[in-house]
């Protein structure tokens, strides 16, 4: 038996090994963020996916970008793309309704438009991924930078007064100074234990000011697929 470090790395790339069969010639993929896209970028590096099908890629961070590139791969941007068939990207949470927490990576925002544009969201994940109820995971909230204690403020004013209850909130840090995203923004990170109804939260959240947007991602992606350190697959679908 591996440890829990191995058999995460060999359920993620067992999911991003299957992933691959969704492309199409082609294509504009949107490249998710975290270890699991990156198991992905180096799949199609390695089988020189992108020259073989005529794929065109966006990158939803600074982070997917430099290693597509130092993989020889050649990242488009989505202005210029404007609309994909599809994005494979990563979750640090998913329900039975495929509502999904993101952003354990810092490109929630990013993630966000990119599986906006996108005709189809396909997530690829460990098995260790999927709850019963989101919210294990401290929920992500991108805010703006200036005035950022008052958007806290704003923020537990806000669940305060509609009753919902969170264990704690803490900003991110990175080498003992606030994380800041690739679009410059800052991310505080709330800890619900349990998210009953996600797109009422992220409605909530992304309502006030000084919010750009939380890690809630509800009626995007229409299908997860996870892997096992066996190699065993599962796809889980919107309605299933
Ligand atoms: C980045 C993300 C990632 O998809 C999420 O954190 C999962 O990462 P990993 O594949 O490393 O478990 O949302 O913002």
């Known amino acids: 038996m591996g440890s ?31 270890s699991t896209a990156e198991a992905l970028v180096q799949e199609i590096a390695a089988r020189n996916l992108q020259n073989e099908l005529d794929l065109t890629f966006v990158s939803t961070s600074t982070r997917t970008t430099k290693l597509a590139d130092s993989l020889g791969l050649r ?37 966000k438009i990119v599986a906006s544009s996108a005709d189809s969201m396909k997530v690829i994940a460990s098995i260790s991924k999927k709850v019963d109820v989101l919210g294990k995971f401290p929920l992500p909230i991108e805010i703006i930078r200036f005035g950022w204690v008052s958007t806290l403020e704003r923020l537990d ?30 991310i505080v990170d709330y800890s619900f234990e349990q998210i009953h109804d996600p797109y009422a939260l992220e409605q909530l959240i992304n309502q006030i000011v000084g919010v750009v947007e939380c890690g809630l991602f509800v009626g995007l992606c229409d299908q997860v697929i996870t892997g096992t350190r066996d190699g065993i697959i599962e796809v889980f679908d919107c309605d299933g």
């Open 4 to 34: 829990q470090a191995e058999d995460q790395d060999l359920s993620r790339s067992s999911a991003a090994k299957y992933s691959l069969k969704y492309f199409e010639n082609k294509m504009k993929v949107g490249l998710g963020t975290g």
């Open 75 to 111: 990242i488009s941007e989505l202005s210029e793309v404007k609309h994909l068939d599809l994005v494979l990207d990563g979750t640090d949470e998913f329900d039975s309704g495929l509502s999904l927490i993101k952003g354990g990576g810092g490109a929630l925002l990013q993630e």
């Open 157 to 186: 004013n806000l669940f305060a007064s509609s009753g919902i209850t969170f264990n704690s909130k803490s900003m991110r840090t990175e080498d003992n100074k606030f994380y800041v995203t690739d679009e410059g923004h800052f």
